[in-house]
């Protein structure tokens, strides 16, 4: 029977041994498996892992948004596993892969900003509103209120509408918006 020590001591080169078995090829595919999984995981659920993303201070996503970094995790990966298998030694093949996975999250995180910054805003806010000429779409009655219609760029925005001193006004005459209170607009006749 061994003694405890010596048992330890086998069991910790066992277990160093393992270690050594794992060639930098086998670890470079390992990273790129880990990060295209990823990849592939915040794809199908991307609205999980959003609450990380990190956002540049002009809007999109910026170098540190977790889908750059799973993009510059898988192509520093696959380019240090190329590298290895062509002959060059784990130290080249990590500069190789940094560079790659630069230029692959550069380009992500630019196509992302670009792709940020094309999204518009249907929300309407209420100095947009004020000036506008619209049309009474349903009659306002006097003391009572209405409804009106205006075209705010390429949107049609209506809005419950009463004049400011109680005048009804018709149906499909022109009005001019003087006023936002809330979801309720004062109007004038145009």
């Given at each position: 029977?061994r003694?405890?020590?010596?048992?330890?001591?086998?069991?910790?080169?066992?277990?160093m041994?393992f270690?050594?078995?794992?060639?930098?090829?086998?670890?470079?595919?390992?990273?790129?498996?880990?990060?295209?999984?990823?990849l592939?995981?915040?794809?199908?659920f991307?609205?999980?892992?959003?609450h990380f993303?990190?956002?540049?201070?002009?809007?999109g996503?910026g170098?540190?948004?977790?889908?750059?970094?799973?993009?510059?995790?898988?192509?520093?990966g696959a380019?240090?596993?190329?590298?290895?298998?062509?002959?060059?030694?784990?130290?080249p093949?990590?500069?190789?892969?940094?560079?790659?996975?630069?230029v692959?999250?550069?380009?992500?995180?630019?196509?992302?900003?670009?792709?940020?910054?094309?999204?518009?805003?249907?929300?309407?806010?209420?100095?947009?509103?004020?000036?506008?000429?619209?049309?009474?779409?349903?009659?306002?009655?006097?003391g009572?209120?209405?409804?009106?219609?205006c075209?705010?760029?390429?949107?049609?925005?209506?809005?419950?509408?009463?004049?400011?001193?109680g005048?009804?006004?018709h149906?499909?005459?022109?009005?001019?918006?003087?006023?936002?209170?809330?979801?309720?607009?004062?109007v004038?006749?145009h």
């Amino acid at each position: 029977m061994r003694p405890p020590v010596a048992h330890l001591a086998s069991v910790g080169a066992h277990t160093m041994n393992f270690i050594p078995s794992l060639s930098a090829f086998t670890v470079f595919l390992a990273i790129t498996a880990a990060g295209f999984i990823y990849l592939m995981i915040s794809a199908a659920f991307g609205e999980i892992f959003e609450h990380f993303d990190g956002l540049d201070d002009h809007g999109g996503p910026g170098f540190f948004s977790t889908r750059v970094l799973a993009v510059f995790v898988t192509a520093f990966g696959a380019s240090g596993a190329v590298a290895t298998y062509y002959g060059l030694g784990p130290l080249p093949a990590s500069v190789a892969g940094i560079a790659t996975g630069v230029v692959f999250g550069s380009l992500i995180g630019t196509l992302g900003r670009y792709l940020y910054r094309q999204q518009t805003s249907s929300e309407v806010r209420a100095h947009d509103l004020v000036g506008q000429v619209a049309r009474v779409i349903v009659a306002i009655p006097a003391g009572g209120v209405g409804q009106i219609r205006c075209r705010i760029g390429e949107e049609l925005v209506d809005k419950i509408a009463r004049t400011r001193d109680g005048d009804p006004v018709h149906e499909n005459t022109s009005v001019q918006v003087e006023e936002v209170l809330g979801e309720t607009v004062i109007v004038k006749r145009h």
